[in-house]
């Protein structure tokens, strides 16, 4: 057990290694040059030059590698161009608000999906199912700026009863936060639901045909007592999975949400730096993006197995 | 493409039999509803992006500023935006750019996924490994965040954005193809073929590939859901097709800052194409899944 933990922590840090590899060399291709982002188009070709000199953009790019590297393992995300300012406060701000945001709308999308693939499940075949999945199905296309929008237009405009803007006014308490939260989460939610439910359903439906339900069946148990006690506990193992391993989607979603409703997180900062051609800043947004998604994935993956004792024996994985 | 296969030997039965399925499937697929709505909408929208330009009462370029912001009439059937162009318009000939867009897009990854899946499943080995570790590092991050990066780095347009996600999509499908091979590989026609002496690449592309190919196709068009999806997102947030191109994902992020002040039409059609699109393939993404499984 503990040698296959430490294999996946051991592959979970080369993937990492290969992904900062990545994201540094793509932003080595951003076009412009440092020095003359910052100082812009009026700053002489000298003065261009002296400043890329001091931040160290001239030297060979493993060199600027290894050096960022090195400062990431000391805590130190560099200087981000377009604010003058560290980076890590930034970041940390923007964390703090994804996970805000990401945690209101695990709160509302799960336990909704899982009743709602459960029940699809219990009821295949007939009319309840067939609605719940296609609404699921559409649900899982629509890009989450789309369902932004017509969540904005209903709930904001129309009806008028939640708060379109995501930023709640300063010195606001939990509940307002979250009161603020709703809409945007809402919007993340959509995507999630559609997965989770279709992932409930299956493995619902393919508990309810296993050999240990037809047994407990046979035995005389009452439905309730097989639904909860067999099915159920069997079902949800793989959801349960599934839901950490969206966390990747989740984040996608962020970039979009926080874009649309004004939101400042890890999303909408990623984007920031992206138009503004900050490169210090995109690669530890992205970089940050790319350790949130490793390590639900990896604990996702360890709970799994210690779960479910037939898989800790190796496999294809 | 199976008369190809026919002629190889010893794989001459088995694929005949992999043509009825297919023709078997094809019959299931018809009597699917949840295939005739996503087809008899997707078809509509293929119709407007081949012939939407010609048919529409107004060009979505054409500007009436006498009547911007003006409310659905028989004039302007959905309303125009703040610069007086007709809504209707630029919702019927939005959908090419994004349909030619995701389509090539998938067909790319496609390609470059089925290439890679037989690679990586028939050799097993370091390659494998090696281009597994790659695969795992970009799909730590989601494809909307590597694409944003990828595009602020080379600059927007159609071919970056085509070229972009079909990149990204290809270990995804070459994922699936790989898990595909290694069950494949093991079964007696390939060993037959490696006694015959056929080559690594003949026995990948004419022994592998057309029995791998029912998970190429649902991959292919799951994939071509998500890269609607893709599309629309990028070129929302202003990373996708340069205007005045009509472009759904681009005339709401134009747009929706009016909607507080009534004028709900200017982003409400845009809105609802992009979602009878997506859904549209969905369905019959879902409907292909569900008629090869069986």
């Not at chain 1, 600027?64 to 981000?80: E, I, K």
């Not at chain 1, 994804?98 to 075949?125: D, E, N, R, T, W």
């Not at chain 1, 945007?184 to 959509?190: S, T, V």
């Not at chain 1, 992932?199 to 007592?225: F, Q």
Request: with cysteine; charged share 15%; hydrophobic share 50%.
């Amino acid at each position: 057990m503990a040698v296959y933990i430490l294999k996946r922590v051991g592959l979970a840090l080369i993937t990492l290694w290969i992904l900062s590899m990545i994201i540094f060399w793509v932003g080595q291709q951003l076009p412009g040059d440092p020095g003359r982002t910052i100082l812009g188009n009026l700053a002489t070709p000298a003065g261009v030059a002296a400043l890329d000199h001091k931040l160290g953009v001239d030297r060979s790019i493993v060199t600027q590698y290894r050096d960022w590297v090195t400062n990431l393992a000391h805590g130190d995300m560099g200087t981000s161009y377009s604010y003058q300012a560290p980076i890590r406060p930034f970041i940390t701000t923007a964390l703090v608000n994804s996970l805000k945001l990401a945690l209101v709308a695990f709160l509302i999308c799960v336990p909704l999906a899982i009743a709602s693939g459960v029940i699809a499940a219990l009821k295949s075949g007939q009319w309840i199912d067939r609605s719940i999945s296609v609404f699921g199905l559409s649900l899982l296309g629509l890009p989450e700026f789309v369902s932004g929008v017509f969540l904005i237009m209903i709930f904001g405009i129309w009806l008028n009863v939640l708060p379109v803007g995501a930023t709640p006014p300063a010195g606001a308490g939990p509940l307002t936060q979250v009161y603020h939260l709703i809409l945007p989460a809402i919007a993340i939610a959509c995507v999630l639901f559609g997965y989770i439910m279709r992932m409930a359903r299956a493995g619902t439906i393919e508990a309810l045909n296993s050999d240990y339900t037809r047994t407990a069946v046979l035995k005389g148990l009452p439905t309730r007592t097989v639904v909860w006690r067999h099915v159920l506990r069997n079902a949800l193992l793989p959801t349960i999975t599934v839901v950490a391993t969206q966390i990747g989607y989740l984040i996608g979603g962020l970039l979009v949400v926080e874009y649309l409703f004004h939101y400042n997180g890890i999303g909408s900062l990623t984007f920031k730096a992206a138009q503004a051609k900050d490169f210090p800043l995109l690669e530890a947004t992205v970089l940050t993006i790319g350790v949130v998604y490793l390590v639900a994935t990896l604990i996702a993956d360890i709970t799994y197995t210690l779960l479910n004792p037939r898989l800790r024996i190796g496999g294809d994985r | 493409m199976t008369a190809v296969v026919d002629d190889a030997p010893g794989s001459g039965s088995v694929d005949s039999g992999a043509a009825q399925v297919r023709r078997e499937q094809w019959r299931e697929l018809r009597k699917s509803k949840t295939f005739l709505v996503g087809a008899t909408i997707l078809v509509f929208w293929i119709v407007c992006a081949v012939i939407g330009y010609r048919v529409v009462p107004h060009t979505p370029f054409e500007q009436d500023l006498l009547h911007t912001n003006a409310s659905p009439s028989t004039q302007h059937w959905f309303g125009t935006d703040q610069i007086g162009r007709d809504v209707f318009a630029r919702v019927i000939t939005g959908v090419r750019v994004v349909l030619v867009v995701a389509f090539l897009a998938t067909v790319l990854g496609t390609v470059l996924g089925t290439v890679l899946g037989l690679i990586t499943g028939y050799m097993r080995g370091w390659v494998d490994e090696t281009i597994s570790r790659f695969v795992d590092a970009l799909l730590a991050l989601p494809l909307v965040i590597t694409a944003v990066v990828v595009i602020a780095a080379l600059g927007p347009s159609n071919v970056t954005v085509t070229v972009c996600i079909g990149v990204i999509f290809a270990p995804l499908i070459a994922r699936t193809v790989r898990t595909a091979v290694i069950q494949e590989r093991e079964l007696d026609y390939v060993t037959a073929a490696r006694l015959r002496n056929e080559r690594g690449p003949y026995i990948m592309l004419f022994e592998l590939l057309p029995n791998v190919l029912s998970p190429v196709m649902v991959e292919f068009t799951v994939r071509l859901g998500y890269a609607v999806f893709t599309v629309a997102t990028l070129s929302f947030l202003g990373f996708g097709i340069p205007p005045p191109t009509p472009d759904w994902g681009d005339d709401i992020a134009d747009n929706i800052s009016v909607v507080t002040a009534g004028y709900w039409w200017e982003v409400l059609f845009a809105a609802g194409a992009i979602a009878s699109l997506v859904i549209a393939v969905n369905l019959v993404a879902d409907a292909i899944e569900k008629v090869t499984d069986e």
